[in-house]
């Protein structure tokens, strides 16, 4: 018996065997492909502005209409700043929101300056705010979007 | 989300193309102009690796990054591609072999429909697609790309309060960076659409490099197997680095394979290129560049005399070109972009090795993310070793064992990572696709060698492609209709408006304000809008011109759509609003009616 030939051809059928797997799988696997994508473009296309814009994540805690609010009042040159309160739980959020914060309200620049004008606060009212700040968004549940009086 | 920004990264993207074009002439030139089509991929992932490059190494020499700087700086690699390749004596290529269209058996062309069809899939779905639940897209890759389009540099300070270590890089960010400048808007929804072209520019390169040496009833089935993987059906839409450097990484190394077959220095250019475009793209870069090239030195042992001293060279020339922006963000003093444990730690924390190489290799050859992919490639390496087709066996086989030692060894450095395939404690399972990609585009090479290598044949490593008569079914170029018809399949569903089999039907949506608009009914209470606006300080302004018209005060609210209405509400019906409309009219304001909400 040649065994090189026996040897070449168990390669060969193990080359077919590969190909013949790969085939019907990834055949097979098409349609769940595009059907995933085509579910996530159905999904995108009937979301609204807000949906797009503001994550409903617990890692982003704050009202989207207290954030849109807070893009909609400060000037592309604004600094603002995100201070958190006494009445803040952490429980409520992730401490993430800053960040998203951080690329949602870009070119504005976020800051640690005590002396901002643009205030977002967590666990904040206008008791809490003080005079010095006049709110200009309120979520309702403490979150809130604030200026300070010139 | 507008025809405006879909126009401009289109253009953009042909202007990558034509940058990487020049390069690729430079380095390599051909004599026909369907050579350039048929790596056309490989041009693409050139011109946007050294566009990184060279973007990144402005920002830090402290040139802004804006429209000019882009343009120019792509001009320039093209020009120099160029003038290397006179200097070269490349000649200008001709139209020629053009003309003739390549045979194809029509089972690899069920399978070449079959990739067309899952990218035109895959751009519907990329299309409006949003960054809400892609966590580090919002807080890190599309915050850091904006801040580049907005200022032109990258602030220490804003890099500082991000959600990842300051010192990662930047590259992919420049890009992403340049593709807001193309549409004209930080469109955080239309970059998507960018991930697309790297998926089709990563397809093409995949094809262009290996139509001619895999038969395509190897190539294009595993090449669509790929594809198919569940875990990258998951992030290839999303606006993260992992898949871009899976592309690169997976590219570079069969760059280097063909390299240790073919010795032509083209490959070898192109291959440290795309290398050093993967360092700059994402931290694990640096830890695949470095598995590439020890697995090609593993590869290419026998000839370690001539073969090493132009394998490092190429590494050293890789890692030179990123060595800019290390310097700028240590002479900054920013978080380096080493592990939690920097680069010695890890020896603090020997119990995570072993949970964490557990982790790896699960992860590696787990059938719910993956399928088969890597089954299939290990028994591509192993058939392949028994056909003695050393040069891509040895180097896949290496890559393998450096990737999963690699990727043991970024898990057991970064105590803060939990040990689980959860994305949101450990990201094991992107930096897992790296791994992934690659073998899945070094598995159709690995299973022709494997076919066409005979034991003691000298020429075991051969082109050839020797697959029997034909696989299948003989080539013809009549199964191209099937191809094409693939390409047409969404066009048509849509142009005729069907979506009964399954593909969409109808023109596609552009989301806009008008969504926010209510038409007024007769018989129904209206709304006179007197304006929108895109600040407060803009709606205060129209309000207080209504308010000199004679309008009752305006209201002013959110219109659910990123702008602001004012509106005087409550009005009872269309007839009694044609005052109201007359004195804003009259005013210089453009009124319009829509139907109160709160009727």
């Given amino acids: ?93 992730s401490g993430f929101e800053h960040h998203f914060l951080l690329g949602l309200l870009l070119p504005r620049a976020q800051t640690q300056s005590e002396s901002s004008r643009w205030v977002f606060c967590y666990g904040c009212s206008q008791l809490s705010l003080g005079e010095r700040y006049e709110v200009l968004s309120d979520s309702g549940n403490g979150f809130v979007f604030a200026r300070r009086r010139s | 989300m507008t025809v405006r920004a879909l126009g401009g990264l289109l253009v953009f993207n042909l202007f990558v193309l034509g940058v990487g074009a020049g390069l690729l002439w430079g380095i390599r030139g051909w004599r026909w102009w369907i050579d350039l089509v048929r790596l056309a991929g490989v041009a693409y992932l050139l011109g946007l690796a050294s566009l990184m490059i060279l973007l990144t190494f402005e920002m830090v020499v402290g040139i802004p990054l804006g429209v000019a700087t882009v343009v120019v700086s792509g001009v320039v690699l093209a020009v120099v591609g160029i003038l290397v390749g006179r200097a070269r004596g490349h000649s200008l290529p001709a139209l020629g072999q053009a003309r003739r269209l390549p045979g194809l058996s029509l089972f690899a062309a069920l399978f070449v429909a079959g990739i067309v069809v899952y990218l035109e899939a895959l751009v519907r779905a990329d299309r409006l697609a949003g960054i809400v639940r892609e966590w580090d897209g919002w807080a890190f890759w599309m915050p850091r790309a904006e801040s580049i389009y907005f200022f032109g540099r990258l602030e220490p300070e804003f890099v500082e309060t991000l959600a990842q270590p300051s010192g990662y890089p930047p590259g992919l960010s420049t890009i992403q960076a340049s593709t807001f400048h193309a549409m004209g808007s930080a469109d955080t929804a239309s970059v998507h659409v960018q991930y697309w072209f790297l998926a089709v520019a990563f397809v093409a390169a995949v094809a262009g490099l290996l139509a001619r040496r895999v ?80 697995a090609a030195l593993a590869a290419s042992w026998s000839e370690r005399g001539r073969l090493w001293p132009r394998l490092v060279g190429a590494g050293v020339v890789a890692f030179a070109l990123t060595l800019p922006w290390r310097i700028w963000f240590t002479a900054h003093g920013l978080r380096s972009d080493a592990p939690d444990s920097g680069y010695l730690g890890a020896f603090d924390h020997l119990d995570r090795i072993w949970p964490s190489l557990e982790l790896v290799v699960t992860t590696l050859f787990d059938r719910d993310l993956w399928r088969l992919v890597p089954f299939v490639a290990v028994a591509a390496i192993v058939l392949a070793l028994a056909a003695r087709a050393w040069n891509v066996a040895v180097f896949a086989g290496a890559f393998t064992a450096l990737a999963i030692a690699g990727a043991t060894w970024a898990i057991w450095a970064n105590p803060t990572l939990t040990i689980t395939q959860d994305d949101a404690g450990n990201p094991i399972v992107r930096i897992t696709g790296t791994t992934i990609l690659t073998l899945g585009i070094l598995a159709p090479l690995l299973l022709q060698r494997a076919w066409s290598a005979r034991k003691g044949d000298p020429n075991a490593t051969s082109h050839g492609i020797r697959l029997g008569p034909d696989a299948l079914i003989w080539r013809s170029r009549a199964a191209w209709a099937i191809v ?116």
């Fill in chain 2, 484 to 599: 094409a018809l693939g390409v047409l399949s969404h066009p048509g569903s849509m142009l005729v408006g069907y979506s009964g089999s399954g593909l969409p039907g109808g023109a596609p949506r552009y989301p806009g304000a008008a969504d926010c608009v209510a038409a007024p009914a007769s018989g129904r209470s209206v709304r006179v809008v007197v304006g929108y606006a895109d600040s407060y300080l803009e709606a205060d302004a129209i309000r207080g011109r209504a308010l000199e018209a004679g309008l009752p005060v305006a209201e002013v609210e959110q219109d659910g759509c990123g702008r602001l209405r004012v509106f005087v509400d409550d009005v009872p019906t269309v007839d009694a609003s044609q005052a109201l409309v007359t004195d804003a009219q009259a005013a210089g304001l453009e009124p319009t009616l829509e139907l109160d909400p709160n009727d």
């Fill in chain 2, 215 to 294: 038969h395509h009833a190897i190539l294009f089935p595993l090449l669509l197997l790929l594809l198919v993987a569940p875990s990258l059906l998951e992030r290839v839409t999303t606006v993260y680095a992992d898949v871009p450097l899976g592309y690169l990484i997976g590219v570079a190394a069969l760059l280097f394979v063909l390299w240790l077959e073919d010795r032509k220095t083209w490959q070898l250019a192109a291959a440290t290129i795309l290398l050093a475009g993967a360092m700059l793209t994402k931290r694990e870069g640096l830890l695949f560049a470095a598995c590439v090239l020890l």
């Fill in chain 1, 1 to 93: 018996m040649n065994w090189e030939r026996v040897w070449l051809l168990a390669t060969r059928l193990g080359v077919v065997a590969c190909v013949g797997i790969a085939s019907l799988v990834a055949a097979g696997k098409l349609d769940d492909a595009v059907a995933i994508f085509d579910f996530r473009a159905d999904l995108y296309a009937a979301a609204t502005y807000r949906e797009r814009t503001y994550p409903a994540s617990p890692w982003v805690a704050g009202s989207a209409r207290v954030m849109e609010d807070a893009r909609l009042w400060m000037p592309e040159d604004a600094a603002y700043r995100v201070i958190h309160g006494p009445d803040y739980t952490p429980a409520a959020s």
